[in-house]
Antibody, heavy 123, light 108 residues
Framework: QLQLQESGPGLAKPSETLSLTCSVS??????????WAWIRQPPGKGLEWIGS???????YYNPSLKSRVTISLDTANNQISLRLSSVTAADTAVYYC???????????????WGQGTMVTVSS | EIVLTQSPGTLSLSPGERATLSCRAS???????VAWYQQKPGQAPRLLIY???SRATGIPDRFSGSGSGTDFTLTISRLEPEDFAVYYC?????????FGQGTKVEIK
């Protein structure tokens, strides 16, 4: 059974780079024909797609965040990483990793989600 | 980017009642690329409905989706106690895929 688990520091300082990890169990990301996504949710607000990465390491980002975001694969540890630079209070959110329902499709419904990790940006 | 506006912000209903949630897109979206999610406090969103009317695995048939163009609706035919939650719509027709801001269904 596929499971996703996000982890990372709960607190980041303004202007720093935030690094989060999504650990995948039940499937190998290096051979899984899916786009793996990061999605975030500010407190009390809606969801925002951050970006997605394919098992070939091809990635797509939300234009609103593209200049600050890098998503990468750590195949040795079966993890997907998110780096967000120059963070501000507006980046305070629960960050989720998710897998779409359909293989090889970057725009799709999200079928499997991690439980999310809360990140607060504050000095 | 396509902006999705959900209404109402909060819907106060009693168990057994019918819930009708609206999602309006800033430009036309194919109904095949609209989805609905349910989220309970402290939990990740859960996929409910996608495409014109497909229910995700395990979703009861009291949940249904409809709509076309810019106006889409999630209907819960008879509210059960476990249905009180926040609901989000999503469009994945255009990039970037976007979500609405949510409708909270609360117990009246």
């Amino acid at each position: 059974q596929l499971q996703l688990q996000e982890s990372g520091p709960g607190l980041a300082k303004p202007s720093e780079t935030l690094s989060l990890t999504c650990s995948v169990s039940g499937a190998s990301i290096s051979s899984s024909n899916y786009y793996w996504a990061w999605i975030r949710q500010p407190p009390g607000k809606g969801l925002e797609w951050i970006g997605s990465i394919y098992y070939t390491a091809v990635s797509y980002y939300n234009p609103s965040l593209k200049s600050r975001v890098t998503i990468s694969l750590d195949t040795a540890n079966n993890q997907i990483s998110l780096r967000l630079s120059s963070v501000t209070a507006a980046d305070t959110a629960v960050y989720y990793c998710a897998r779409p329902l359909n293989a090889a499709v970057v725009r799709d419904v999200f079928h499997i989600w991690g439980q999310g990790t809360m990140v607060t940006v504050s000095s | 980017e396509i902006v999705l506006t959900q209404s109402p912000g909060t819907l106060s209903l009693s168990p057994g009642e019918r819930a009708t949630l609206s999602c309006r897109a800033s430009q036309s979206v194919s109904s095949y690329y609209v989805a609905w999610y349910q989220q309970k406090p402290g939990q990740a969103p859960r996929l409910l409905i996608y495409g014109p009317s497909s229910r995700a695995t395990g979703i009861p048939d009291r949940f249904s989706g409809s709509g076309s163009g810019t106006d889409f609706t999630l209907t819960i035919s008879r509210l059960e106690p476990e249905d009180f939650a926040v609901y989000y719509c999503q469009q994945f027709d255009n990039s970037p895929q976007t979500f609405g801001q949510g409708t909270k269904v609360e117990i009246k």
